[in-house]
């Protein structure tokens, strides 16, 4: 936990905002990419947390726990203050106390309920691809049961005479209706080679994280990678609301980070992925 010059009073709450392997060992690291919103974590990250192609991935911090002190004068915060000559009561100021006390981390993404203890739901996300290859995948099944349960315009649509099978898939995926899903906190994660289990590098999207973490560089977050070391050792025991009680997440906390310079790289090749095989 982040502490600053023997003051062991002040802290800060956290709180939320398939198998396969490399060959080649990663350092843990969380990469915030140049393109806006954009985030990859290494396959040791990956491999800590328990995360996986299809997963979700939620980033914790403390910054509200910070701002409700400087909103209520916490004591121990008014007495950090006095000994640092920091005026809490400036914009200046308020920006050396994050300087000093803000953390972040990121954890395996939890199952959202309501204020009754049922799971949330919602419509599972599915682009035109993945509705042609849901289709593709089952088709005999998925054709049966539009022809036989359909509107009969619907079902006359698909045995006109001399409809291809492609045209069939095109009209069925067209028509494919999103399952209902369990609804979980964090973002997505995703892997270019569409490897399961972990161990593997797995990239993400937050916007607003993404902001926050690369705030300091003004226009340049856009030509910047900005590479966070993760701690994986000792991972961090974080209370989380899951919208009908308090359940414990386990987070690896960021540590120091470094900036370079954008390459322009083909899609898909920052997730590094070319080094990792199935088991």
Same mark, same amino acid.
């Given at each position: 936990m982040k502490t600053f010059k023997g003051n062991?009073?002040?802290?800060?709450?956290?709180?939320?905002?398939n198998v396969a392997k490399r060959n080649?060992?990663?350092?843990?690291e969380l990469v915030a990419n140049p393109t806006v919103g954009g985030f990859r974590i290494t396959p040791a990250v990956s491999r800590a947390l328990g995360l996986t192609n299809g997963g979700y991935i939620m980033f914790v911090s403390n910054i509200d726990a910070i701002e409700q002190?400087?909103?209520?004068?916490?004591?121990?915060?008014?007495?950090?203050c006095a000994e640092e000559n920091i005026d809490m009561n400036t914009p200046e100021g308020v920006k050396a106390i994050h300087e000093a006390f803000d953390e972040w981390g990121i954890t395996k993404g939890i199952q959202m309920f309501d204020k009754n203890g049922n799971a949330?739901?919602? +419509?599972?996300?599915? #682009?035109?691809?993945?509705?042609?290859?849901?289709?593709?995948?089952?088709? !005999?099944? =998925?054709?049966?049961?539009?022809?036989?349960?359909?509107?009969?315009?619907?079902a006359a649509s698909l045995q006109v005479e001399g409809i291809t099978k492609e045209e069939q898939i095109e009209i069925l995926a067209n028509a494919v209706n999103p399952e209902q899903v369990n609804k979980y906190y964090?973002?997505?994660?995703?892997?270019?080679?569409?490897?399961?289990?972990?161990?593997?590098?797995?990239?993400?999207?937050?916007?607003?994280?993404?902001?926050?973490?690369k705030e300091d560089l003004g226009e340049e977050a856009k030509k910047m990678s900005r590479t966070f070391e993760v701690d994986i050792k000792e991972l961090r025991e974080v209370p989380y609301f899951n919208g009908h009680k308090e359940v414990i997440v386990k987070a690896a906390m960021l540590?120091?980070? +470094?900036?370079?310079? #954008?390459?322009?790289?083909?899609?898909?090749?920052?997730?590094?992925?070319? !080094?990792? =095989?199935?088991?």
């Open positions: 062991t009073k002040l802290s800060f709450g956290l709180g939320a905002v080649a060992v990663s350092e843990p002190a400087i909103a209520n004068k916490d004591e121990n915060l008014v007495d950090f949330v739901k919602t +419509k599972e996300r599915m #682009s035109k691809t993945d509705k042609v290859e849901y289709v593709t995948n089952n088709f !005999d099944d =998925v054709l049966k049961a539009a022809i036989e349960n359909g509107e009969p315009e619907f964090g973002s997505k994660c995703s892997n270019s080679s569409n490897l399961s289990g972990t161990g593997v590098s797995l990239t993400f999207s937050d916007s607003a994280v993404w902001g926050a973490l540590g120091e980070f +470094k900036d370079t310079e #954008s390459t322009r790289k083909s899609k898909g090749e920052d997730d590094a992925a070319t !080094d990792e =095989v199935a088991e």
